[in-house]
């Protein structure tokens, strides 16, 4: 009778092994957690991504608006004091409204053709306004700031009248 004993603890203790192996290498529900896990690498960057280049675009929006409309206050300005005057009003008014970093804001004035004064009779007025937009959730350490920003830039003509100046 202890021989079949022997033969049915071994099978037994077989069949037990067999079934914690199987236990083990069972993926029932990895599957959910695996997807879980990739969403959530792949979600992050995606999230990033848009709120990045919604922040650039929207920064863009004001640099252009901010080019157009001092391009033409400076057109129709009385004089040139008038027109300075008038540029940065206008300037700190879109920069209020679109979010713009007043520190990072540029603007250059050229009149056309060369040698004209701004704004004169006749003179295309060309303003270019350029920023930075910095990326958000990086830190201003080391000068990752500066080097995590985007820089936009728009650039606007505006002709004056040729009776500009004249009453």
């Known amino acids: 009778m202890r021989p079949q004993s022997r033969s049915t603890d071994r099978t037994a203790r077989a069949l037990a092994v067999l079934r914690r192996r199987?236990?083990?290498t069972n993926e029932r529900g990895s599957a959910a957690l695996e997807f879980i896990v990739v969403g959530m690498l792949l979600l992050v960057p995606v999230v990033?991504?848009?709120?990045?280049?919604?922040?650039i675009q929207g920064q863009a929006l004001g640099v252009e608006a901010a080019a157009r409309h001092i391009a033409?206050?400076?057109?129709?300005?009385?004089?040139d004091a008038d027109a300075r005057d008038k540029a940065a009003r206008v300037l700190d008014a879109v920069v209020e409204?679109?979010?713009?970093?007043?520190?990072?804001?540029?603007?250059?004035?050229d009149c056309r053709p060369a040698g004209t004064r701004c704004?004169?009779?006749g003179a295309t007025v060309v303003v270019t306004v350029s920023a930075r937009v910095s990326l958000p959730l990086v830190p201003p350490v080391l000068?990752?700031?500066?080097?995590?920003?985007v820089?936009?830039?728009?650039?606007?003509a505006q002709k004056v009248s040729r009776y500009w100046g004249t009453e």
Do not use: M, N, Q
């Open 22 to 24: 199987l236990d083990l």
């Open 48 to 55: 990033y991504l848009i709120i990045s280049l919604g922040l």
């Open 72 to 79: 033409r206050t400076v057109a129709v300005s009385t004089d």
């Open 97 to 109: 409204e679109y979010g713009l970093d007043p520190a990072s804001v540029d603007i250059a004035f």
């Open 119 to 121: 704004p004169d009779a």
């Open 143 to 149: 000068g990752l700031e500066r080097l995590a920003s």
């Open 151 to 156: 820089p936009v830039d728009a650039s606007a």
